[in-house]
């Protein structure tokens, strides 16, 4: 911001230096002006939360017709105590001015105004052929500083508008009028046009843009903002957010100012994918985190705008913002499920399921309308419509305090949670590997068959399966589901997850969907070296994190986040006739293979894909190079079932149904977990707990 320089105004009070100074920066936050004695508050306009910023302004009397100086940092509007045009700095106290009225009467006052962005000067507006549109000059070296000049008359410009918006960028002035009619006026001339109906009537007392054009209208009955898109054909009025409702409203905000500041991180946002609105661009669901406020479960994260599916955060963080809800029993077309609620508070539930598929929230869709919950974990009965098919679906749940909530849009306090589920139909069974909405950890330490650093993090992936079968108790589909978390590796390394014992040829090839970051990807999924069903998720995981070389230890060290992700989903559509209890148990065999890459200094040349490394005492696929066996620090001894171990019964890879948190690269997992070596050595007879964070050395943890 360039330097304030203190302007000669006159005053009709107290001196200069009684008064704030400017704003030291252009605000994020819109100002709103309220009551008929001026209170003053700071809106976020994204979700419609108010913080009083003073309740006592130095007047006895209402302000309007507000606007911000981008040209000093100054705060103007019209105050009815002193009958002119007034300055607020930052401590939010009026500071009269003397204007000079030109020889138009001066007991009138104005509640329809806002300060121009390319001048210096506030515009100021009443209906009438007394009154009209009015320039004042707000820079002291102007001759007509602080000079009522007139533009048009009242009877010429005749708008039942509230209060109006300089545009960012063209230089014009916006408002929408009683009956929804959008104006676009010329500070030069005056002249008015009619653009569009925006769909809203009512008092639109507080009118906004922000940096990128968009205009925000308040409404005073209700408090409700809605967004308007001028450039498009034909604008619209969007429900954006709740603010708050007042018979008196007068709204500012610097107009090329983002509605959120990108260091923001009290908004919680949805992360289904943006179809559904999910983004802030999209009008996205989001919510004002409020301390001590209303959430869902015990987590809740706040970011500036939304983590999109694939990109969603909740499977690689710390902890999963997802822990409000939870479905007790399957959702059936046609059929009530029963759902667990766990609320902080008081408040008001509402949910919507993509039923159709279509990659929306339809009004039709909507299960759950302001459903009444109490602190703490109740049962809430849910009921599915006929007519429906059963597919993969995202659901999305927003809870607040007063309720009113859409699918999108802004709400000042509660929380949103996004989650993707199964629709089945009366015919169709699920079960899940860990559950319906959590994700295992699949963690592996590479160097085998030597026993490496033992940081059980040279990859990481969370893994959620899922199988459907039919009443018969055929499997219908195995769906493969998760995203790579870390690679503390500089080795490169092939995933997959292999179903040991079931033959490939039960899977309908045709049918099959294999997904990699929410793109459809045409290459074939099953590994062509065995028989039995494998999944190749990646021939190669540095493909996709860290394929510029950032760093070595994505996600494993505090100073490599690197780049890059992988999130897969893999859906396999069996032929009639594999039962579902010839199965092997969830999650099957998720299993890492070596490349043609380089594996110094255990060989001097790679072994390729017969290098492969499972989970203890878990048999490899056929494509294993069984010379490999007992080499360096493995004891397997296939003629007795036993893989994958060392003399000491120490694992290569680990599962965990949970979202584990691994180890810092470097850092034994048997440091990080004092538990484990018990835990391992004892076949898991003891220590069955080990994983948990709250037996972790907090400080040798590696924390998103």
């Given at each position: 911001?360039?330097?304030?320089?203190?302007?000669?105004?006159?005053?009709?009070?107290?001196?200069?230096?009684?008064?704030?100074?400017?704003?030291?920066?252009?605000?994020?936050?819109?100002?709103?002006?309220?009551?008929?004695?001026?209170?003053?508050?700071?809106?976020?306009?994204a979700?419609?939360?108010?913080?009083?910023?003073?309740?006592?302004m130095?007047?006895?009397g209402?302000?309007?017709?507000?606007?911000?100086?981008?040209?000093?940092?100054?705060l103007?509007?019209?105050?009815?105590?002193?009958?002119?045009?007034?300055?607020?700095?930052?401590?939010?106290?009026?500071?009269?001015?003397?204007?000079?009225w030109?020889?138009?009467?001066?007991?009138?006052?104005?509640?329809?105004?806002?300060?121009?962005?390319?001048?210096?000067?506030?515009?100021?507006?009443?209906?009438?052929?007394?009154?009209?549109?009015?320039?004042?000059?707000?820079?002291?070296?102007?001759?007509?500083?602080?000079?009522?000049?007139?533009?048009?008359?009242?009877?010429?410009?005749?708008?039942?508008?509230?209060?109006?918006?300089?545009?960012?960028?063209?230089?014009?002035?916006?408002?929408?009028?009683?009956?929804?009619?959008?104006?676009?006026?010329?500070?030069?001339?005056g002249?008015?046009?009619?653009?569009?109906?925006?769909?809203?009537?009512?008092?639109?007392?507080?009118?906004?843009?922000?940096?990128?054009?968009?205009?925000?209208?308040?409404?005073?009955?209700?408090?409700?903002?809605?967004?308007?898109?001028?450039a498009?054909?034909?604008?619209?009025?969007?429900?954006?957010?709740?603010?708050?409702?007042?018979s008196?409203?007068?709204?500012?905000?610097c107009?090329?100012?983002p509605?959120?500041?990108?260091?923001?991180?009290?908004?919680?946002?949805?992360?289904?994918?943006?179809?559904?609105?999910?983004?802030?661009?999209?009008?996205?669901?989001?919510?004002?985190?409020?301390?001590?406020?209303?959430?869902?479960?015990?987590?809740?994260?706040?970011?500036?705008?939304?983590?999109?599916?694939?990109?969603?955060?909740?499977?690689s963080?710390?902890?999963?913002?997802?822990?409000?809800?939870?479905?007790?029993?399957?959702?059936?077309?046609?059929?009530?499920?029963?759902?667990?609620?766990?609320?902080?508070?008081?408040?008001?539930?509402?949910?919507?399921?993509?039923?159709?598929?279509?990659?929306?929230?339809?009004?039709?869709?909507?299960l759950?309308?302001?459903?009444?919950?109490?602190?703490?974990?109740?049962?809430l009965?849910?009921?599915?419509?006929?007519?429906?098919?059963?597919?993969?679906?995202?659901?999305?749940?927003?809870?607040?305090s007063?309720?009113?909530?859409?699918?999108?849009?802004?709400a000042?306090?509660?929380?949103?949670?996004?989650?993707q589920?199964?629709?089945?139909?009366?015919?169709?069974?699920?079960?899940?590997?860990?559950?319906?909405?959590?994700?295992?950890?699949?963690?592996?330490?590479?160097?085998?068959?030597?026993?490496?650093?033992?940081?059980?993090?040279?990859?990481?992936?969370?893994?959620?399966?899922?199988?459907?079968?039919?009443?018969?108790?055929?499997?219908?589909?195995?769906?493969?589901?998760?995203?790579?978390?870390?690679?503390?590796?500089?080795?490169?390394?092939?995933?997959a997850?292999?179903?040991?014992?079931?033959?490939?040829?039960?899977?309908?090839?045709a049918?099959?969907?294999?997904?990699?970051?929410?793109?459809?990807?045409?290459?074939?999924?099953?590994?062509?070296?065995?028989?039995?069903?494998?999944?190749?998720?990646?021939?190669?995981?540095?493909?996709?994190?860290?394929?510029?070389?950032?760093?070595?230890?994505?996600k494993?060290?505090?100073?490599?986040?690197?780049?890059?992700?992988?999130?897969?989903?893999?859906?396999?559509?069996?032929?009639?006739?594999?039962?579902?209890?010839?199965?092997?148990?969830?999650?099957?065999?998720?299993?890492?293979?070596?490349?043609?890459?380089?594996?110094?200094?255990?060989?001097?040349?790679?072994?390729?894909?017969?290098?492969?490394?499972?989970?203890?005492?878990?048999?490899?696929?056929?494509?294993?190079?069984?010379?490999?066996?007992?080499?360096?620090?493995?004891?397997?001894?296939?003629?007795?079932?036993?893989?994958?171990?060392?003399?000491?019964?120490?694992?290569?890879?680990?599962?965990?149904?949970?979202?584990w948190?691994?180890?810092?690269?470097?850092?034994?997992?048997?440091?990080?977990?004092?538990?484990?070596?018990?835990?391992?050595?004892?076949?898991?007879?003891?220590?069955?707990?080990?994983?948990?964070?709250?037996?972790?050395?907090?400080?040798?943890?590696?924390?998103?």
């Amino acid at each position: 911001m360039k330097p304030w320089k203190p302007l000669a105004f006159a005053l009709l009070c107290s001196p200069l230096s009684s008064y704030g100074a400017a704003f030291s920066s252009c605000p994020t936050q819109a100002f709103l002006v309220q009551q008929n004695v001026a209170q003053l508050y700071g809106v976020n306009l994204a979700t419609g939360y108010y913080q009083t910023l003073s309740e006592d302004m130095g007047t006895t009397g209402k302000l309007n017709a507000i606007g911000f100086n981008l040209h000093d940092d100054y705060l103007y509007a019209w105050s009815y105590q002193h009958k002119t045009l007034a300055r607020i700095g930052d401590d939010y106290q009026v500071e009269p001015l003397a204007l000079n009225w030109n020889g138009f009467a001066s007991d009138v006052s104005f509640y329809v105004g806002d300060v121009a962005v390319e001048s210096n000067a506030h515009y100021l507006y009443r209906s009438g052929s007394a009154y009209g549109l009015f320039r004042v000059s707000l820079d002291s070296a102007d001759a007509d500083y602080l000079s009522m000049q007139r533009v048009i008359d009242g009877s010429a410009l005749n708008l039942r508008i509230f209060d109006m918006a300089f545009h960012p960028d063209n230089g014009m002035l916006y408002s929408v009028d009683n009956q929804g009619r959008l104006w676009r006026i010329n500070p030069e001339t005056g002249a008015s046009e009619n653009l569009a109906n925006v769909g809203q009537v009512g008092t639109f007392g507080a009118v906004y843009f922000d940096v990128s054009g968009h205009l925000y209208i308040s409404r005073n009955s209700d408090g409700l903002v809605f967004q308007i898109d001028i450039a498009s054909n034909s604008p619209e009025a969007q429900l954006y957010a709740q603010g708050p409702a007042s018979s008196n409203n007068d709204g500012a905000r610097c107009a090329i100012a983002p509605i959120v500041a990108a260091d923001d991180a009290n908004i919680d946002f949805g992360d289904a994918p943006d179809s559904f609105g999910t983004s802030l661009t999209n009008n996205g669901a989001r919510h004002q985190l409020v301390d001590g406020g209303i959430q869902l479960g015990s987590n809740v994260d706040g970011e500036a705008d939304a983590y999109v599916y694939p990109a969603s955060d909740d499977s690689s963080r710390l902890f999963d913002d997802e822990d409000g809800i939870a479905f007790v029993t399957d959702v059936q077309v046609g059929l009530d499920f029963v759902i667990q609620v766990d609320s902080s508070a008081n408040g008001f539930l509402s949910a919507w399921f993509d039923l159709n598929g279509n990659g929306t929230f339809d009004n039709e869709e909507q299960l759950l309308t302001d459903q009444a919950v109490v602190e703490g974990v109740q049962s809430l009965l849910v009921s599915v419509p006929e007519g429906y098919e059963s597919g993969d679906r995202w659901a999305r749940f927003r809870i607040s305090s007063g309720g009113g909530n859409a699918a999108t849009g802004g709400a000042p306090d509660g929380e949103v949670e996004d989650y993707q589920i199964y629709v089945g139909d009366s015919a169709t069974q699920v079960s899940y590997y860990p559950s319906a909405d959590g994700y295992a950890t699949v963690a592996f330490e590479d160097n085998w068959p030597a026993a490496g650093d033992y940081d059980l993090n040279d990859l990481v992936v969370n893994l959620q399966t899922k199988v459907l079968s039919f009443a018969n108790g055929h499997v219908a589909r195995i769906e493969l589901q998760g995203e790579v978390r870390a690679v503390g590796a500089s080795f490169h390394n092939g995933f997959a997850i292999r179903i040991p014992g079931i033959d490939k040829s039960l899977v309908d090839v045709a049918a099959i969907r294999y997904e990699i970051n929410g793109e459809l990807l045409l290459a074939s999924v099953l590994d062509e070296n065995t028989n039995d069903i494998t999944a190749i998720i990646a021939a190669d995981v540095r493909e996709y994190i860290n394929n510029q070389n950032q760093c070595d230890f994505y996600k494993t060290q505090a100073d490599c986040r690197g780049a890059g992700q992988l999130h897969f989903k893999v859906l396999l559509p069996m032929h009639e006739g594999l039962a579902k209890n010839a199965l092997p148990s969830a999650p099957f065999d998720p299993f890492i293979y070596a490349t043609e890459h380089s594996r110094n200094p255990y060989f001097a040349s790679s072994p390729g894909r017969g290098l492969e490394i499972h989970s203890k005492n878990q048999s490899p696929s056929a494509a294993v190079d069984s010379s490999l066996w007992g080499s360096f620090d493995d004891v397997s001894n296939p003629s007795a079932s036993s893989y994958y171990q060392t003399g000491n019964g120490l694992p290569w890879a680990i599962i965990v149904p949970y979202n584990w948190q691994y180890p810092f690269e470097r850092i034994s997992v048997a440091d990080a977990y004092p538990k484990f070596l018990e835990y391992a050595q004892s076949e898991g007879q003891q220590s069955s707990d080990w994983y948990l964070l709250e037996n972790a050395r907090g400080e040798l943890i590696y924390q998103d």
